[in-house]
């Protein structure tokens, strides 16, 4: 008996300009895999749509006509914990870029330098639990952190297992890789990270690296 296929993941785009949604949409409808539940020229009607569309992933642009993509995240994150945001930009300065991982976004990617092709790619790693960022991004990131002492302060009780899945994500491994890794099934690492996210007061995969690399000690070897 032939496998079922996957169910399409499904995407809502938020972006004001007609041309990039367009674009996008079209790319969202003709690749398979993947469904485009929704797109949306405002804030306002985002936020109005999106709750009730419940989409896997978002594609969030960070300025729009009527507000800022990072504050429509930071309001829609905690209705949609599911819910992964990817931001769209055409520029990042790091004050930018960590406001909106703390707002709750997953992902973040340029514009004018990320092709089709890394899009799509960069859905499906957010959908498996992953955090995309172009290139220029994620130096930034890199940068940063080099740049800023860490204020280094205990985390929360986590358990052996609890600590063990932090450190796997914060070595940037998909939720699949850790199931394989610590030989445990996929929905238990689901339920570890939910557990973790509630301890250490986060929204997102990115918000608990970033507190894991503030407040934990050497990473596990490999």
């Known amino acids: 008996m032939a496998q079922k296929p996957p169910a399409p993941i499904s995407i809502a785009i938020v972006e004001d300009s007609n041309e990039f949604r367009t674009c996008l949409t079209l790319l969202l409808q003709t ?10 020229a405002s804030g306002r ?22 507000g800022s993509g990072v504050d429509l995240v930071r309001e829609l994150k905690p209705r949609l914990p599911g819910t992964q945001f990817i931001m769209l930009t055409v520029s990042c ?3 930018t870029l960590f406001t909106a991982l703390m707002a709750g ?10 092709s089709p092709e890394e899009i799509l790619k960069a859905i499906r790693e957010a ?17 940063s952190f080099r740049d800023r002492p860490p ?6 009780s986590l358990t052996a297992r609890e600590r063990e899945v932090l450190e796997h ?24 990270i939910r ?7 986060v929204r997102s995969r990115t918000q608990a690296v970033m507190r894991y690399m503030q407040g934990n000690g050497p990473l596990l070897p490999m």
């Open 31 to 40: 690749a398979p895999g993947f469904r485009c539940v929704g797109g949306f």
């Open 45 to 66: 009607e985002a936020r109005k749509r999106i709750p009730i569309l419940r989409p896997q992933v978002v594609l969030m642009d960070i300025m729009l006509s009527d």
């Open 93 to 95: 300065t790091s004050e």
């Open 105 to 114: 976004a997953t992902g973040y990617l340029l514009k004018d330098t990320t």
């Open 127 to 143: 959908h498996a639990g992953g955090s995309p960022m172009s290139p220029a991004i994620a130096r930034l990131v890199v940068n």
């Open 151 to 156: 204020t280094r302060g205990p985390l929360p």
């Open 169 to 192: 994500l914060a070595r940037g491994l998909l939720y699949k890789e850790i199931s394989d890794r610590l030989g445990i099934t996929y929905e238990t690492v689901h339920s570890h």
């Open 195 to 201: 557990v973790i996210y509630e301890k250490l007061q």
